[in-house]
């Protein structure tokens, strides 16, 4: 196994054998086992292309080769936790270009890969969602084609998976088609500019209401402004802004002692971390908030200096 990614290969190889275990013929089984209602079965599509293994494995691990087939812009970095962007659209809103804020899980040098992925923007908060797929990569007519074998599985229960599973059931055949087509006739879009890098700091906002019984036992007109924030917080999400949020409201996370004294937090409050290119790009996103706005909620905007991330 060859791979850009330092460190023990050892683990990379663990990492890899996961996620083909993930994917595998037990998986695959075991999932069309269950009601289409409860779990959509992971999509297999296949194709051969007319091209080295070589040439197609350079095709989805680059930026350049991703814009030969799949999109005028695309970001990738071939490393675990690197970036596995595509923008389809590079015109739209920032978050809802194409793939933004998905990963690369896994590799095998030109054998296997895996990504993560999300649905287009028209599908609302399902988009915040992340699926994965897995690409394998074998010869096909004595090496002088490559045979591609797609599988995107780890879709979830409930009306809004099952129609981004209907839609990629269709996109990633087209995908693929496009990638044939790609070394049949050349390169299908002329994009050149590799894909804006997202949001590199991290800032935590702390959430306080305004009035305590709030959390518990809000109005009315509170509880309607409160869906709005959670909406809020969600279209964040989709956008790739979001890394986590929620509330802490139990007794066990109210400061106490010197704790209390260091942080000065009151209890209950709230917490979202976000990526933002500055500061002022934070506090926009929560003055943003209509809780924010209607005064239910005060926010407090901090630097985040991540000493380990996943």
């Known amino acids: 196994m060859r791979s850009s990614e330092?460190?023990?290969?050892?683990?990379?190889?663990?990492?890899?054998?996961?996620?083909?275990?993930?994917?595998?013929?037990?998986?695959?089984?075991?999932?069309?086992?269950?009601?289409?209602?409860?779990?959509?079965a992971p999509i297999v599509v296949r194709q051969t292309v007319p091209a080295p293994r070589a040439a197609v494995w350079e095709a989805w691990t680059t930026s350049a080769g991703l814009m030969g087939f799949m999109a005028p812009r695309a970001r990738v970095e071939l490393r675990v936790g690197g970036p596995f962007e595509i923008w389809f659209d590079p015109t739209a809103a920032a978050g809802s270009r194409g793939s933004e804020g998905c990963e690369v899980l896994a590799w095998i040098d030109q054998e296997m890969l895996s990504f993560s992925w999300s649905a287009p923007p028209s599908f609302g908060h399902e988009r915040a969602r992340r699926t994965f797929v897995v690409l394998r990569f074998s010869d096909a007519d004595d090496g002088r084609a490559t045979q591609?074998?797609?599988?995107?599985?780890?879709?979830?229960?409930?009306?809004?998976?099952?129609?981004?599973?209907?839609?990629?059931?269709?996109?990633?055949?087209?995908?693929?088609?496009?990638?044939?087509?790609?070394?049949?006739?050349?390169p299908l879009f002329e994009g050149t500019a590799v894909a804006d890098a997202p949001p590199a700091q991290s800032f935590v906002i702390f959430v306080t209401p305004t009035r305590v019984e709030t959390v518990m036992h809000p109005t009315d007109e509170e509880s309607a402004i409160l869906a709005q924030?959670?909406?809020?917080?969600?279209?964040?999400?989709?956008?790739?802004?979001?890394?986590?949020?929620?509330?802490?409201?139990?007794?066990?996370?109210?400061?106490?002692?010197?704790?209390a004294v260091a942080f000065a937090l009151p209890s209950p409050i709230g917490i979202v971390v976000v990526r933002a290119n500055d500061m002022e790009e934070a506090r926009a996103m929560m003055d943003e908030d209509p809780a924010v706005r209607a005064g239910i909620f005060s926010a407090r905007v901090m630097p985040l200096s991540v000493f380990v991330e996943r």
């Open 229 to 259: 924030h959670a909406d809020h917080i969600a279209t964040l999400a989709d956008r790739a802004r979001v890394v986590i949020a929620g509330p802490c409201i139990g007794e066990s996370f109210a400061p106490r002692g010197e704790h």
């Open 148 to 186: 591609v074998e797609l599988v995107h599985g780890g879709f979830a229960a409930g009306e809004g998976q099952a129609k981004v599973h209907a839609y990629f059931t269709k996109a990633w055949p087209f995908v693929l088609g496009n990638l044939e087509k790609r070394f049949r006739d050349g």
């Open 6 to 40: 330092p460190g023990s290969p050892s683990l990379r190889a663990l990492a890899a054998a996961l996620i083909l275990c993930a994917a595998g013929p037990a998986t695959l089984a075991g999932q069309a086992a269950a009601p289409a209602a409860t779990r959509p």
